[in-house]
Structures are given as structure tokens and as C-alpha cells.
């Protein structure tokens, strides 16, 4: 066959393929040039979804009519002044979006460069460049893309629903106004996801409120703020507790140099410093900025700019995950919020809605007339006989702890399984065995951190049958596997010997752990594969060796086993991931009875 050039606009369209697939790409590449012009307001419209119209509008520094007629041209750009690849500090780079989206779409734009008396308008049809008019325009930049893949049906067939290009859009805009709190963004579209955020000054306070505007009151009251810098490179933002955790990671929004992108390293790096909280089908929240100089990471190796690729890729994930963990362990035993307003809605009756306060007075009425079944003061007299698991003569040690602990002072147990506490300001109720197994999984790997791995020499070392690349893949993490307590070595081709294994699970089934590790090293990043296995054995190992439910307790114990749980990182989840504890606010509990 003949070799031939391919028409520019066909080019062009390819290009659009790799950059512009989607209306949400279209409107990410205009929004993240509107910030790089130092935009301090962007407004976003769209139209059926982003096909019909993308409308992006900013107050940024504009251009004049020369810089408008060559914005349109391939590999043209004005965010590599010094034509340095190595040190990008703009959030767009390639030169290839608006010629991309022109070529795919009916293109106009419209802008006045910042202190010129005029502004100018450019159109672009079909590939065809028109030339620069004058135009009645504001301050900034003004760019409207219509009919969107209209010349390519191809690329348009597989768009999804209107309203799914429209959340996309509105997720899109969401994500980069995440970075930029000092900056007022707003999103129309026909469809609804619309909103209007208002531009908020420096300091947490700022970033707080983008974060509440953004991923709401929920997000806000159950994250912790992370802020650790080591060797050049620093990571802040914000990281939710492990019992407010999610079925996926879209709840996880990562910026490099406010850069928003989607990276398997930092995702692999979340998913590491959630690993001791979470079973492997949760995932946490977090919103993390990654800041390192420009020279030590490359964000030109994705047409849509989604991954970036770090010089020292293990340094940044070392301070990802040293960073998330200490802000968890430093939580404690704090659980989300989200618990005991879940269980407020569990107790709530179908269809029955409490009264106003204004309506009737509690206090001069015996019960209310509305009232469910159950609930009224009279049948109050259901639970005369009910008689917790409390010893006799228990009250005044009860009443000597202080209500101010975070988990206030035991009052009861109830079927011997869950422990009734008395807070300030209200009530928590604690699984004893799931409080319990995390507090002695703490301390077993407390142990195991001060002392080291204790490792024992089996009676009769045990060959495990690997094939030759897993049996290679331990061998080559022999001196690591022996620092964690398993000491290796090769028994030919297709095989490895154990000698010694740590005390803490010799007993178990050496020969699948060891099998499974082969498959993590062959998959993934071994170095923390081992310790997660281990882990995993002391979790069962503290499950087995807890306080089970069933239990009387006495007293003391039960305000011993809150204190234990105050003091104890990760004291708000088992081991499994659930939560220890719910905790119902007294405001709560009076409007559920109509007391307020």
C-alpha cells in the first residue's frame, strides 16, 4: 500500500480522540486554561449533556487578536515560555486542545486581553479558521463549543445519557474547584448537578468550606487533616475516618502541583494506609495535594494529563502512606458521625413524623397524642422488670468517672454483648468483643514493632512447591522475608524451604502464606504484602483471644474497656472494618421522642 499524508483535519480529529473523548474531557482542558490565566471567576454551561453546547467563561488575563488567531493552532501555547519540558508549572501543556475540540465541534471564542480597549471574536467550522473580528467582550475569555462530535458520529454513539455527560461534567468542574477555593466557580446545565460556589480567602478555614461546598457537612466532620513534608516533597489535604469509608475510590480526589489526577501510585498508596482498617472491598475517603518540585515529576505521559510519573515514585508513596496513617492513628478511637445518625434512622417508625414542639408541651401532657405505639409515656411501664447485666451496688462505682471522657462512663450491659455509656451530652452504645479484638490486635503488633519479629526454628523445615517465577519472586526478597521473621531458602527449581517462621502464627498454614505472597510479590509492591499477611494473622489471632459477647461484666470492666478504647488507635472499627461503637447525641434522641 501507498504511503500518504493524512489531511490535517483528520489528524486533528485523531488527536481529539486521544484528548477529547468526552464533553467532561472538553471541559476540564477549558477550565484548567482559564486557571492558568489567573482566572479568579470561570463560569461552565452546558447543553444536553455537553453535545449541544460547552459554554466556559473566565476573567483571566485574556488575548489579544494575534494570540486568538494561533491559540487554534496544533502545538501551540503559551505555558512553556522557556521551552523547558522538564518544569511544566501550568495545569495544560500539549498545545492540542483547542485545536482538538475544534476540530470536532463548531468552535468560537471570544476575548479581550486584560487592560486593551477591545476585544476580539474567532470562529472555527469544519477545521476552517476564520479570521479575528472585533467583538463586544469583557475583561477575559469567552469559549463556546457547539454541536460536539457532530463530524465524528462514530465518537458520539458511544457517549452515554444526557444526564450521565452532565454529572461527569459537573464532576469534572467539582474536582478543580477542589484545588482553587480562592476562585468563584459555577456550573449551569438543563439537567440539574448545577451549583454556584463563591470564591473563599487563604487559610484552612477557605479550604474547608470548598471541601463542605463540594463533598458536604459529612465529608468535613469526619476527616482529619494531614500536612506531613519530607525530602522535598509534601502532602496535605484532608483524610476521612476509616468508618466513614466507601464502596469505591471516587471519593478519592488527588491533585500533583494542583494538577487533578487519577494515579495508581497514590491509589495503591491509599489503599496501603488503609489496609490495617479496612477489608479490602472498602475504601476511604481523601482529598490529597502533592507538592514536589517540578523537575522531579513528568505530567506528560497521559494525552489527558490523568497520571504523572514521579522521579522517586517510593519516596512519594512512603509519604503518602506515612502521612494518612499518622492522622488516622492519631484519631484514636473516633468513629464518623454517620453511625449514630444510622441508627437514628433504624429506630425511627415508617410514616410517623414527631410533632412540633410548638404544637403540644411535653411537659404538661402525660404523653403524646401522636405518638406511635411504643413510644408513649404510658407503656413506659413495659420495662419495670428490665434488669441489665449490672451487679448490685454497681451505681456508685459508675458514677464515679467523669462524664467528660470522649466515651463517658459505663451504665449497663445489655445481653451481655453491648456496653450502655452516659456521655455530656449523650449516649454510646459499644460492642464489647469488636471494642475489645482491636485494642489486643494494637498491642500484639505494638509487641511485635518493639520487639521485633520473634521467629522460631521449625522441628521439620517445610518444602512448599512453587512454579519457577514465584519460587524467583521470594528468593530475590529472601533478607526482607527474614527480617519479618521467615527465613528462606531454594530447594531447586520449583521449590522453596522454610526453616524458621515468627512465633505468632508457626502454626498456621506456612505453606499457603507463603504461596499467597508469592502471588502478591509477583503482582504487586512486596514489601508491604508480607506485613499485611501477618497482620491479618493477628487480627485472627486477637479474635480469638477477645472478650466474647455473651460476657457479664462488671463494672469496672466495661469503664476499663473504654478507657483502653480512648487511648487505642483505630478503636473506632474492629478488625473487620466494622465500627466498635454508635454514639447518639441527646438533642438527637428528643427530636426521635418529639421533645424538641
Same mark, same amino acid.
Given at each position: 500500500?501507498?504511503?500518504?499524508?493524512?489531511?490535517?483535519?483528520?489528524?486533528?480529529?485523531?488527536? +481529539?480522540?486521544?484528548?477529547?473523548?468526552?464533553?467532561?474531557?472538553?471541559?476540564?482542558?477549558?477550565?484548567?486554561?482559564?486557571?492558568?490565566?489567573?482566572?479568579?471567576?470561570?463560569?461552565?454551561?452546558?447543553?444536553?449533556?455537553?453535545?449541544?453546547?460547552?459554554?466556559?467563561?473566565?476573567?483571566?488575563?485574556?488575548? !489579544?487578536?494575534?494570540?486568538?488567531?494561533?491559540?487554534?493552532?496544533?502545538?501551540?501555547?503559551?505555558?512553556?515560555?522557556?521551552?523547558?519540558?522538564?518544569?511544566?508549572?501550568?495545569?495544560?501543556f500539549r498545545g492540542e486542545a483547542l485545536p482538538s475540540i475544534a476540530s470536532v465541534s463548531r468552535l468560537e471564542i471570544r476575548s479581550r486581553a486584560r487592560g486593551a480597549e477591545a476585544a476580539f471574536a474567532l470562529r472555527v467550522e469544519d477545521g476552517v479558521k476564520g479570521?479575528?473580528?472585533?467583538?463586544?467582550?469583557?475583561?477575559?475569555?469567552?469559549?463556546? %463549543?457547539?454541536?460536539?462530535?457532530?463530524? &465524528?458520529?462514530?465518537?458520539?454513539?458511544?457517549?452515554?445519557?444526557?444526564? +450521565?455527560?452532565?454529572?461527569?461534567?459537573?464532576?469534572?468542574?467539582?474536582?478543580?474547584?477542589?484545588?482553587?477555593?480562592?476562585?468563584?466557580?459555577?456550573?449551569?446545565?438543563?439537567?440539574?448537578?448545577?451549583?454556584?460556589w463563591p470564591a473563599w480567602g487563604g487559610g484552612g478555614g477557605g479550604e474547608q468550606e470548598r471541601l463542605r461546598q463540594a463533598l458536604g457537612a459529612e465529608f468535613v466532620e469526619n476527616a482529619r487533616r494531614v500536612d506531613v513534608e519530607r525530602e522535598g516533597v509534601r502532602?496535605?489535604? /484532608?483524610?476521612?475516618?476509616?468508618?466513614?469509608?466507601?464502596? !469505591?475510590?471516587?471519593?478519592?480526589?488527588?491533585?500533583?502541583?494542583?494538577?487533578?489526577?487519577?494515579?495508581?501510585?497514590?491509589?495503591?498508596?491509599?489503599?496501603?494506609?488503609?489496609?490495617?482498617?479496612?477489608?479490602?472491598?472498602?475504601?476511604?475517603?481523601?482529598?490529597?495535594?502533592?507538592?514536589?518540585?517540578?523537575?522531579?515529576?513528568?505530567?506528560?505521559?497521559?494525552?489527558?494529563?490523568?497520571?504523572?510519573?514521579?522521579?522517586? =515514585?517510593?519516596?512519594?508513596?512512603?509519604?503518602?502512606?506515612? %502521612?494518612?496513617?499518622?492522622?488516622?492513628? +492519631?484519631?484514636? *478511637?473516633?468513629?464518623?458521625?454517620?453511625?449514630?445518625?444510622?441508627? #437514628?434512622?433504624?429506630?425511627?417508625?415508617?410514616?410517623?413524623?414527631?410533632?412540633?414542639?410548638?404544637? /403540644?408541651? /411535653? @411537659?404538661?401532657?402525660?404523653?403524646?397524642?401522636?405518638?406511635?405505639?411504643?413510644?408513649?409515656?404510658?407503656?413506659?411501664?413495659?420495662?419495670?422488670?428490665?434488669?441489665? =447485666?449490672?451487679?448490685?451496688?454497681?451505681?456508685?462505682?459508675?458514677?464515679?468517672?467523669?462524664?467528660?471522657?470522649?466515651?463517658?462512663?459505663?451504665?449497663?450491659?445489655? *445481653?451481655?454483648?453491648?456496653?450502655?455509656?452516659?456521655?455530656?451530652?449523650?449516649?454510646?452504645?459499644?460492642?464489647? *468483643?469488636?471494642?475489645?479484638?482491636?485494642?489486643?490486635?494494637?498491642?500484639?503488633? @505494638?509487641?511485635?514493632?518493639?520487639?521485633?519479629?520473634?521467629?522460631?526454628?521449625?522441628?521439620?523445615? #517445610?518444602?512448599?512447591?512453587?512454579?519457577?517465577?514465584? &519460587?524467583?519472586?521470594?528468593?530475590?526478597?529472601?533478607?526482607?522475608?527474614?527480617?519479618?521473621?521467615?527465613?528462606?531458602?531454594?530447594?531447586?527449581?520449583?521449590?522453596?524451604?522454610?526453616?524458621?517462621?515468627?512465633? #505468632?502464627?508457626?502454626?498456621?498454614?506456612?505453606?499457603?502464606?507463603?504461596?499467597?505472597?508469592?502471588?502478591?510479590?509477583?503482582?504487586?509492591?512486596? %514489601?508491604? &504484602? #508480607?506485613?499485611?499477611?501477618?497482620?491479618?494473622?493477628?487480627?485472627?489471632?486477637?479474635? *480469638?483471644? =477477645?472478650?466474647?459477647?455473651?460476657?457479664?461484666?462488671?463494672?469496672?470492666?466495661?469503664?476499663?474497656?473504654?478507657?483502653?478504647?480512648?487511648?487505642?488507635?483505630?478503636?473506632?472499627?474492629?478488625?473487620?472494618?466494622?465500627?466498635?461503637?454508635?454514639?447518639?447525641?441527646?438533642?438527637?434522641?428528643? @427530636?426521635?421522642?418529639?421533645?424538641?
Open positions: 500500500m501507498t504511503v500518504r499524508r493524512l489531511d490535517p483535519l483528520l489528524v486533528d480529529r485523531i488527536a +481529539a480522540g486521544e484528548v477529547i473523548e468526552r464533553p467532561a474531557a472538553a471541559v476540564k482542558e477549558l477550565v484548567e486554561n482559564a486557571l492558568d490565566a489567573g482566572a479568579r471567576r470561570i463560569e461552565v454551561a452546558i447543553a444536553a449533556g455537553g453535545r449541544d453546547l460547552i459554554r466556559v467563561s473566565d476573567d483571566g488575563v485574556g488575548m !489579544n487578536a494575534a494570540d486568538l488567531e494561533l491559540c487554534v493552532e496544533r502545538h501551540a501555547t503559551s505555558k512553556i515560555p522557556d521551552g523547558d519540558l522538564t518544569r511544566i508549572d501550568t495545569l495544560g479570521a479575528p473580528a472585533p467583538s463586544a467582550h469583557p475583561e477575559g475569555t469567552r469559549i463556546e %463549543a457547539r454541536d460536539l462530535f457532530a463530524a &465524528t458520529p462514530a465518537r458520539l454513539k458511544f457517549l452515554k445519557t444526557d444526564r +450521565a455527560e452532565a454529572q461527569a461534567c459537573a464532576e469534572t468542574v467539582r474536582r478543580l474547584a477542589l484545588a482553587h477555593p480562592r476562585v468563584r466557580f459555577s456550573f449551569a446545565s438543563e439537567i440539574g448537578a448545577s451549583f454556584d502532602v496535605a489535604g /484532608w483524610v476521612g475516618l476509616p468508618t466513614f469509608n466507601k464502596p !469505591n475510590a471516587l471519593h478519592q480526589f488527588a491533585y500533583v502541583d494542583g494538577r487533578a489526577v487519577r494515579d495508581k501510585l497514590i491509589g495503591g498508596a491509599l489503599r496501603a494506609a488503609y489496609m490495617d482498617y479496612l477489608p479490602r472491598e472498602r475504601h476511604g475517603a481523601a482529598v490529597l495535594f502533592i507538592a514536589c518540585d517540578a523537575e522531579e515529576v513528568d505530567v506528560n505521559v497521559h494525552p489527558a494529563k490523568a497520571e504523572v510519573r514521579f522521579r522517586d =515514585s517510593g519516596l512519594v508513596r512512603g509519604v503518602i502512606v506515612g %502521612a494518612v496513617k499518622h492522622a488516622l492513628q +492519631a484519631a484514636l *478511637h473516633q468513629a464518623a458521625t454517620t453511625g449514630g445518625l444510622r441508627t #437514628l434512622e433504624a429506630l425511627r417508625v415508617p410514616g410517623w413524623r414527631a410533632p412540633s414542639p410548638a404544637a /403540644w408541651d /411535653w @411537659r404538661a401532657s402525660p404523653a403524646a397524642p401522636s405518638a406511635p405505639n411504643g413510644f408513649a409515656e404510658p407503656e413506659q411501664a413495659t420495662f419495670a422488670g428490665f434488669a441489665p =447485666s449490672v451487679r448490685p451496688g454497681a451505681e456508685a462505682a459508675l458514677g464515679e468517672i467523669d462524664l467528660a471522657a470522649p466515651l463517658g462512663a459505663a451504665r449497663a450491659q445489655v *445481653h451481655e454483648t453491648y456496653v450502655i455509656s452516659q456521655t455530656r451530652d449523650g449516649v454510646v452504645i459499644v460492642d464489647q *468483643h469488636a471494642a475489645h479484638e482491636r485494642i489486643v490486635y494494637e498491642k500484639l503488633k @505494638r509487641q511485635r514493632a518493639e520487639a521485633g519479629v520473634v521467629r522460631q526454628m521449625l522441628l521439620c523445615p #517445610l518444602v512448599v512447591d512453587l512454579d519457577a517465577n514465584a &519460587t524467583a519472586a521470594l528468593l530475590e526478597r529472601a533478607e526482607e522475608l527474614q527480617a519479618l521473621g521467615l527465613v528462606i531458602e531454594g530447594f531447586g527449581p520449583g521449590a522453596v524451604l522454610l526453616r524458621e517462621a515468627p512465633v #505468632l502464627i508457626a502454626e498456621g498454614d506456612m505453606a499457603g502464606l507463603l504461596r499467597d505472597l508469592a502471588e502478591d510479590l509477583l503482582a504487586e509492591d512486596g %514489601a508491604q &504484602t #508480607l506485613e499485611r499477611r501477618l497482620d491479618h494473622r493477628l487480627a485472627t489471632i486477637a479474635c *480469638h483471644h =477477645s472478650v466474647r459477647s455473651g460476657r457479664a461484666l462488671r463494672p469496672a470492666e466495661m469503664n476499663a474497656l473504654l478507657r483502653e478504647m480512648e487511648a487505642t488507635p483505630g478503636a473506632g472499627q474492629c478488625n473487620h472494618g466494622r465500627p466498635t461503637y454508635v454514639e447518639l447525641k441527646l438533642a438527637d434522641i428528643e @427530636r426521635l421522642f418529639g421533645r424538641r
